[in-house]
């Protein structure tokens, strides 16, 4: 069974910095891109950052230069370390990875989300 699991979520004030981490654990025989997204109250979720497995990076306009997203392959786990960050960072943020399984289909998996929250 393939997990993802996210931590590093929490409350911090407006200007600080959070660091939130995802680990995929399971029967994975390979990951390809991995990413993160949120969801705001009342709002659709929407792309937060990508990183392929050759390390190549994409951002939402909204976070760039503010957001740096990475990933360790040996570990299987992608980060992504929030400075700067404004009241309207506030969401669920979810991390994603596009992976082959062993035992399964490939496809997206999803991780359960943690909380951010910034507040002013």
């Known amino acids: 069974q393939v997990q993802l699991v996210e931590s590093g979520g929490g409350l911090v004030q407006a200007g600080g910095s959070l660091r939130l981490s995802c680990a995929a654990s399971g029967s994975i025989f390979s990951i390809n891109a991995m990413g993160w997204h949120r969801q705001a109250p009342g709002k659709q979720r929407e792309l937060v950052a990508t990183i392929t497995s050759g390390h190549s990076t994409n951002y939402a306009d909204s976070v760039k230069g503010r957001f740096t997203i990475s990933r360790d392959n040996a570990k299987n786990t992608v980060y992504l370390q929030m400075n700067t960050l404004k009241p309207e960072d506030t969401a669920v943020y979810y991390c994603?990875?596009?992976?082959?399984?062993?035992?399964?289909?490939?496809?997206?998996?999803w991780g359960q989300g943690t909380q951010v929250t910034v507040s002013s």
């Open positions: 994603n990875a596009d992976l082959n399984p062993l035992d399964r289909d490939s496809g997206r998996y």
